[in-house]
Nanobody, 123 residues
């Protein structure tokens, strides 16, 4: 069992930037960030392969966000720029087991989840 702990959420003005971190308790495969607003389905934001060599972004954040990982530290990062009020949500880190290295956009493909961190963008 791998435990994930997110950090870095908070309140930011529209147009600002925010960085999220997710520390895993052990080695993982591909990792991703998802977000969810109350009453809405959890949606994919960005993903990164086990090696870090491949990344994938949702259209809503493409060009404004960068996902990266440090496998020596078992940590994945999400840097978000030019934030918009519609980016407001709880952001969740997700991971697949070690060896499952392909990025996928479906939340059902990820076995491990963090507790979530709130990101609020004010207009």
């Amino acid at each position: 069992q791998v435990h994930l702990v997110e950090s870095g959420g908070g309140l930011v003005q529209a147009g600002g930037s925010l960085g999220l971190s997710c520390a895993a308790s052990g080695r993982t495969g591909a990792m991703g960030w998802f977000r969810q607003d109350p009453g809405k389905e959890r949606e994919f934001v960005a993903g990164i392969s086990g090696s870090g060599g491949s990344t994938y972004y949702a259209d809503a954040v493409k060009g404004r966000s960068t996902i990266s990982r440090d496998n020596a530290e078992n940590t994945v990062y999400l840097q978000m720029n030019s934030l918009k009020p519609e980016d407001t949500a709880i952001y969740y880190c997700a991971a697949k087991p070690s060896g499952r290295n392909g990025v996928e956009t479906s939340s059902r493909q990820y076995n491990y989840w963090g507790q979530g961190t709130q990101v609020t963008v004010s207009s």
